[in-house]
């Protein structure tokens, strides 16, 4: 009694009494059904995130990888392949699901192959290592990233149709926080947690899990109530980039941004080889990691609203301070660890790298990301991103082969190769209009 009381205390805090506020862009047949498909989308979210991060291929996978002595060329295969894969079916899908009236289901199918995927790569854990654990563990993976683009494709249509605008931002951010308290859980239990024997069993458990949680996304969000919805409009993101890709040429302004973007990249894919460095570095099993997972946590809370703040103001200048951060940094790991200051390479050291790298990171892109937005308009803004999103997910990749001048050079080296490339995407950047308009 107590408890459902509770309950309503805290959905009357959310909604309140102002029924036509809270309903006034979703389908008057929703209205009704709001609360309940706020809460179902909410749990259903939360558990989605928390198995992304304890499924993470910027940071748990490649610290597995080296546990179970996968070649360094599959570790750099692990970011391309999972950004990749979530964009090439919001590129090719994307229009056909529009045609569907309710489009819960294919979020559903996703979310199941995602646990499927994520299970199968807790067996792969527990019986294979070396190369045949690599190639296992990237097949699942692909299905991981296609199944989570699947997933994207549908998520925003359905919240848009169940949850009204008033009401998604404290969505979002619930959803965000509740599952980052949940992962540094995760991350301090593996810091003080003595798995020395055991590293194998230990990442099984965490990616059952993850496909476990996945389940359990999948009954939550099958019990939202949704509405059918349009079926017109929306092309197939593909075409559109095919067709317009004579804005590369002509359009000297979005040019210069997309190969910006490309330079990018370096900071996008530096994670995983920051990880074998730690891995490297490291002689106390799960201590190293579980450190990353905090410092990654808490990077990511502490620094969104600063990016924010400094991206409405310049994203351009956002995009060149956070890739010369990111530069620097690689030049400060790369000497601790030739020059062997062991006060930088212990684990508490490692963990304050990886933090700097993750909000380097978050810089990066929401700079990007703001940029575009503020660069485009209503007549052009579809192109720019039909184009840019394929652009760069071709690009993302080709640099899976960064793996192979890992495996050749080690991860160190590759970091520092990273880090060339940071300081000259922030050279570049400098050549982007200020398209920012503060107040």
């Known amino acids: 009694m107590r408890v459902g009381k509770m309950t ?6 959310i909604f309140g009494d102002e029924d036509a506020r809270v309903c006034k862009d979703i389908p008057e047949a929703a209205c009704k059904d709001t609360p309940h498909n706020f809460f179902a989308y909410l749990g259903a979210n939360v558990l989605g995130k928390i198995a992304d991060e304890i499924a993470s291929a910027k940071l748990v996978i490649p610290w597995l990888f080296a546990s179970l002595g996968v070649p360094i060329g ?72 296609l199944s989570r ?24 951010g619930m959803s965000a926080g509740l599952s980052g308290v949940v992962v540094l859980a995760i991350g301090s239990w593996l810091a003080i947690g003595s798995f020395k024997e055991s590293e194998a069993t230990v990442f099984a458990i965490l990616l059952a899990t993850g496909g476990i949680l996945w389940l359990g996304a999948t009954l939550i969000f099958s019990m939202i109530r949704e509405q059918p919805g349009a079926t017109e409009g929306g092309g197939n993101a593909l075409e559109v980039a095919i067709r317009q890709m004579k804005l590369i040429v002509d359009d000297t302004e979005f040019r210069h941004y997309l190969i910006t973007r490309s330079l990018l990249l370096c900071i996008a894919l530096a994670p995983p080889f920051y990880v074998l460095v730690a891995q490297q570095q490291s002689d106390t099993a799960l201590l190293g990691l579980g450190a990353l997972i905090i410092a990654n946590g808490l990077a990511t ?31 400060y ?44 308009n209503a007549d052009n803004r579809a192109a720019y991103v039909a184009v840019s999103n394929t652009v760069i997910g071709l690009l993302m990749l080709a640099g899976g082969l960064l793996g192979l001048v890992g495996q050749l050079i080690g991860a160190t080296a590759t970091v520092g190769i990273l880090g060339i490339g940071s300081f000259i995407a922030a050279i570049y950047a400098r050549t982007l209009a200020d398209v920012s308009e503060p107040d």
């Not at 056909?96 to 199918?109: F, N």
């Not at 683009?149 to 979002?172: E, F, N, Q």
């Not at 790369?334 to 380097?360: D, K, P, R, Y």
Request: net charge positive; aromatic share 8%; charged share 15%.
């Open 74 to 145: 599959f570790t750099g295969m692990l970011v391309p392949i999972r950004e990749a894969g979530i964009l090439i079916p919001q590129l090719v899908v994307a229009a056909a699901v529009r045609h569907k009236p309710k489009r819960k289901g294919v979020w559903l199918l996703g979310a199941i192959l995602s646990a499927l995927s994520l299970l199968g790569m807790a067996i792969a854990a527990l019986f294979l290592e070396g190369g045949i654990a690599g190639i296992a563990i990237t097949g699942m993976l692909i299905i991981f990233s």
């Open 333 to 376: 790991t790369v000497t601790a660890v030739w020059l062997q200051w062991h006060w930088a390479t212990s684990e508490l050291g490692l963990a304050a790298i990886f933090f700097v790298l993750n909000v380097m990171h978050g810089g990066v892109r929401l700079g990007r990301k703001v940029y575009l937005v503020d660069m485009a």
């Open 149 to 172: 683009g699947i997933c994207s494709v549908s998520a925003k249509d359905v919240l848009g149709k169940t949850v009204s605008k008033s009401r998604r931002g404290i969505l979002m």
């Open 8 to 13: 309503d205390n805290f959905t009357a805090l």
């Open 301 to 331: 809370t502490i620094s969104a609203p600063v990016w924010g703040y400094l991206g409405d103001r310049s994203s351009r200048q956002v995009m060149m301070l956070a890739s010369t951060g990111a530069g620097l940094l690689a030049v």
